[in-house]
């Protein structure tokens, strides 16, 4: 189960596991990737100028998404996985499969288990915009 909301970290609880992630600044404006399990803090590879950003828990896996300077990333049980250039700010895993959606050079993209996958803007597809009282071009 995931939450979040206005001012709160994104956190997941499984079992009687609660986990939040987020970030700390160093010495005023170099940022850690961190996370709390049950209220304990614990640092993610990865190094400075770092950030998790969202979480999934699926069984005994631990999944968290963000960047590492400008290297999308997610850590599965704290393991680093590097995505190529960009930043992550989702992640669900189902089953096998782990998606991962971000942002690089502003052009939204997913990852699925580390393939990633270009996101067509609304404007290139060229269709109406349609809304229940009807469509808009």
Same mark, same amino acid.
């Given at each position: 189960?995931?939450?979040?909301?206005?001012?709160?970290?994104?956190?997941?609880?499984?079992?009687?596991?609660?986990?939040?992630?987020?970030?700390?600044?160093?010495?005023?404006?170099?940022?850690?990737?961190?996370?709390?399990?049950?209220?304990?803090?614990?640092?993610?590879?990865?190094?400075?100028?770092?950030?998790?950003?969202?979480?999934?828990?699926?069984?005994?896996?631990?999944? /968290?998404?963000?960047?590492?300077?400008?290297?999308?990333?997610?850590?599965?049980?704290?393991?680093?996985?590097?995505?190529?250039?960009?930043?992550?700010?989702?992640?669900?895993?189902?089953?096998?499969? /782990?998606?991962?959606?971000?942002?690089?050079?502003?052009?939204?993209?997913?990852?699925?288990?580390?393939?990633?996958?270009?996101?067509?803007?609304?404007?290139?597809?060229?269709?109406?915009?349609?809304?229940?009282?009807?469509?808009?071009?």
């Amino acid at each position: 189960r995931m939450i979040s909301g206005p001012g709160c970290p994104v956190c997941a609880v499984s079992g009687s596991d609660v986990y939040v992630v987020g970030y700390e600044r160093w010495r005023g404006s170099i940022m850690s990737a961190l996370y709390w399990k049950n209220g304990s803090a614990g640092v993610l590879a990865g190094g400075f100028d770092s950030m998790a950003t969202a979480i999934d828990a699926s069984g005994t896996d631990v999944y /968290i998404c963000g960047y590492a300077g400008a290297t999308a990333i997610y850590w599965r049980n704290g393991e680093a996985v590097r995505l190529g250039p960009g930043s992550a700010r989702a992640i669900v895993a189902d089953g096998s499969d /782990i998606y991962v959606a971000g942002s690089f050079a502003r052009r939204a993209l997913y990852w699925k288990n580390q393939s990633r996958n270009r996101l067509t803007a609304f404007w290139e597809t060229k269709q109406p915009l349609t809304t229940k009282k009807g469509c808009y071009d």
